[in-house]
């Protein structure tokens, strides 16, 4: 079931998830395979931690890695995963249910790797959903900052 606040999120910004059985899509290869496009159009957002104790929230490609000194270049501090701890703590999500579509006081960052893509796909705060959202839309909505960390 998609969280309260994320659905009004999707609702004010007339944006509809689709939605699976729970615990289909925890990964980008498997949402991927369920929404029948390519890994790529899946839209990871991934929890970095930095030595610093900031949180930061990297939403990318799905067939994409962070690359480490990039991360460092944009955050200003070393970073690693998050926890599931972590995650959960800071932003109230699982791993393969992490959207950004929540009010939080973490920065959220878009990645260059999804401009490529007409339409992208992130979670709507479960791990059986997907958000198609033109990544221009994502952008605006979402108020994310634009940054180049992968590899």
Partial sequence: MIPEDVQKFLDNNKLEAVQFEEGSTPTAETAADKLGVTVGQIAKSI???GKNGGFYLIVCAGDKRID?????LLTGTKTRMATADELFETLGFRPGEVCPFRESEVPYFID??????????PAA???SSGVPVAYDRLIEITG???C???G
């Fill in 47 to 49: 929890l970095l931690k």
């Fill in 68 to 72: 480490t000194k990039k991360a460092k």
């Fill in 112 to 121: 260059n790797s999804l401009s490529v893509y007409e339409t992208v796909y």
């Fill in 125 to 127: 705060g479960t791990d």
């Fill in 144 to 146: 994310a900052g634009l």
């Fill in 148 to 150: 180049d960390v992968t």
